[in-house]
């Protein structure tokens, strides 16, 4: 019989270029919107409202998750202090539970997930897109209220 290790895997054993690879393929839409992207991370440009949106993939934990990221080229650099008067209103609308809460102190949402599993990979790049708009929507419609 053959042994498995279902153990906790290295982050650099991920397949970073394949997962953003079919993440692109399944949304053809976030390339032109793309402001930055790395090994774990892909950025939402939002130039209009001076904000970026980071989809990233932390395959250590396992988690998955979306915050409003930096980006000095489209001048989101204070993204966390700008929102934070808002960041009450914004995981109410949201609907963002303890669980999902990114860290406790910045705006986001994490989904935790085997990211070692190709086959959670559809899943993954569906999540993201889905939770960045949804905070795009929010945060857009809050902002365009003040």
């Known amino acids: ?6 153990g906790p ?5 991920f397949r970073h270029r394949a997962f953003w690879a079919l993440f692109e393929e399944r949304h053809p839409e976030e390339k032109p919107r793309r402001a930055r992207h790395g090994p774990w991370f892909w950025q939402r440009g ?3 409202i001076g904000l970026v949106i980071t989809m990233y993939v932390a395959p250590e934990p396992n988690l998955v998750g979306v915050f409003f990221g930096r980006n000095e080229k489209l001048g989101a650099v204070d993204a966390q202090a700008r929102l934070k ?8 609308r949201l609907k963002i539970r303890p669980e999902q809460r990114f860290d406790g ?3 986001g949402c994490t989904w935790r ?3 070692f599993a190709e086959d959670n990979w559809p899943a993954m790049a569906d999540w993201l897109v889905t ?4 905070f795009e929507r929010v945060v857009t419609e809050l902002l365009s209220e003040r």
């Open 46 to 48: 939002l130039p209009e």
């Open 131 to 134: 939770e960045a708009s949804r």
């Open 1 to 6: 019989m053959e042994e498995f290790d279902f």
């Open 105 to 107: 102190t910045s705006l």
């Open 9 to 13: 895997r290295r982050a650099s054993e």
């Open 85 to 92: 008067p808002f960041q009450a209103i914004i995981e109410e």
């Open 113 to 115: 997930v085997n990211c």
